[in-house]
């Protein structure tokens, strides 16, 4: 199964289910048409510094609560209007705009809980939802942004400023990614984006800022606290010389981090206009996996590894051609009874048992066990953090250590690699996804109106 540099347009919009799902997903607009979201990632995670603040903050539902609308097998209450009201005057408040008066605003958050019951309706009549762990590694990446250790400390944080607070912040990120895979499922289905589309849009004029060269890589600094100090300028740069000697003779990044306390991390794609010269100078000479030569910024003394470069000018991209066994965490499958599983194969392994074999008798991931777990070509950041960084270290022909990621236990081996000229291919998927996500809010809020006319509201007296 060909993969492409940003990955096939259905599975970057969620369409197939199927194939390899520990894939990385690209997710779009919310449903929301107006300026304000209900959005729970956005307005559970304002966290007071202190209970005694989220006390003082935190309005208390009246005790006479009453129904509002009934939305065909659900109902709105008093209360969900009031919470709605509360948490987008401060999304509104939090973009610095003006709030609308409370009659405008609140006939606009009705709306929107109207169309959000009649979505859980019909993702609760199909019967599926989002996994566990998929709502587990929502959960953890939100943690991580708000600069918390743990899920734990987080659930901690939210039940002290409201009783069974975490419950309710866990059940309405499932809600939200439940709506957001119904939407990405439902109104792609209407999207038809033709070879032509395409070929028009890559000769328009606007193709150009589309397809402006974007560099992905990590910086490794080099923290210096007085910028003015010469000596700890000095001081900085030859231990980034060091680190990097180190870091091109093969040395764990990780084993380094603690060591020289550096900072820095994985940035993620960035055009050339959104980085600074120097940025752009180091990055535009390095292959993918080199470093840079140490150089002083305003934060410190930073050393640049390429991850990618992607662009109009050419898209050469460094693949591996990776199988693995997966021994999935689920409902059914314990965290030790998933380890044990994946150690029984690994000895197998070890014992010059056939992988492919194995693969196909005992990996949980029905997209590749058919194939001997083979995953065909797969890019640098394509996979889920885990299995990309343990890809990334894995000679070829080796099997990997055992590894965990928020799937489950794996064990990869990488068969060969190559260096792939996907400047086409790169080309035609930005232009569709630029026509997608321009087409996109038109045809949802088109759907929208559908579901919305064919359900069953009525609207109750207020009291």
Do not use: C
């Not at 369409?15 to 997710?27: E, S, V």
């Not at 991209?317 to 693995?324: G, I, P, S």
């Not at 065909?376 to 990334?392: H, K, N």
Request: proline residues 4%; neutral net charge; aromatic residues 6%.
């Amino acid at each position: 199964m060909a993969k492409t540099l940003n990955k096939d347009l259905y599975n970057a919009f969620g369409q197939t289910q199927n194939q390899t799902f520990f894939r990385k997903k690209l997710f779009f607009a919310r449903a929301l048409t107006s300026a304000l979201s209900l959005s729970a990632s956005s307005i559970a995670l304002v966290i007071p510094n202190s209970v005694s603040a989220a006390t003082q903050t935190t309005v208390v539902a009246t005790p006479l609560d009453y129904v509002v609308a009934v939305v065909d097998d659900s109902i709105i209450l008093a209360s969900d209007i009031t919470q709605a009201m509360q948490g987008a005057k401060q999304q509104i408040l939090a973009h610095k705009q003006s709030i609308p008066p409370d009659d405008v605003l609140q006939a606009d958050v009705i709306r929107q809980l109207i169309l959000r019951k009649i979505q859980l309706g019909i993702i609760a009549r199909s019967g599926v939802s989002i996994d566990d762990n998929t709502l587990n590694a929502a959960i953890d990446n939100m943690v991580q942004q708000q600069g918390l250790s743990s899920r734990s400390e987080f659930e901690k944080k939210l039940n002290a400023i409201k009783p069974n607070g975490f419950a309710e912040f866990r059940q309405q990120i499932l809600d939200d990614l439940n709506i957001n895979r119904l939407q990405q499922q439902r109104v792609a289905s209407r999207l038809k984006i033709t070879d032509k589309d395409v070929d028009n849009f890559l000769s328009s004029p606007q193709s150009a800022e589309a397809l402006k060269t974007e560099f992905n890589f990590n910086i490794i600094q080099v923290p210096i606290e007085d910028k003015s100090n010469v000596q700890e300028i000095a001081k900085a740069t030859a231990i980034a010389n060091v680190v990097l000697d180190q870091l091109r003779a093969g040395k764990p990044l990780e084993s380094l981090i603690a060591q020289y306390k550096l900072q820095g991390g994985e940035q993620g794609w960035h055009k050339s206009d959104e980085l600074p010269t120097p940025f752009i100078e180091a990055l535009s000479s390095l292959k993918q996996g080199e470093f840079s030569k140490p150089f002083v910024t305003l934060e410190g003394v930073d050393i640049l590894q390429s991850v990618g470069m992607r662009g109009a000018a050419g898209a050469m991209v460094h693949q591996y051609h990776v199988r693995h066994i997966l021994a999935k965490i689920n409902e059914v499958t314990s965290p030790a009874d998933a380890k044990l599983k994946i150690d029984d194969i690994y000895t197998k392994l070890k014992a010059g048992a056939s992988f492919s074999e194995l693969a196909k008798t005992y990996s949980d991931d029905p997209g590749s066990a058919q194939n001997g777990g083979d995953l065909s070509w797969v890019s640098a950041g394509e996979m889920v953090p885990a299995f990309d960084a343990m890809m990334l270290k894995t000679p070829v022909g080796q099997l990997s250590p055992i590894f965990q990621s928020q799937y489950g236990w794996h064990i990869l081996e990488v068969n060969e690699t190559r260096d792939k000229d996907m400047t086409e291919q790169y080309r035609r998927d930005v232009a569709k996804q630029t026509l997608y996500k321009r087409q996109f809010p038109v045809e949802l809020d088109n759907w929208l109106r559908e579901i919305r006319a064919t359900a069953y509201v009525n609207m109750r007296d207020s009291k």
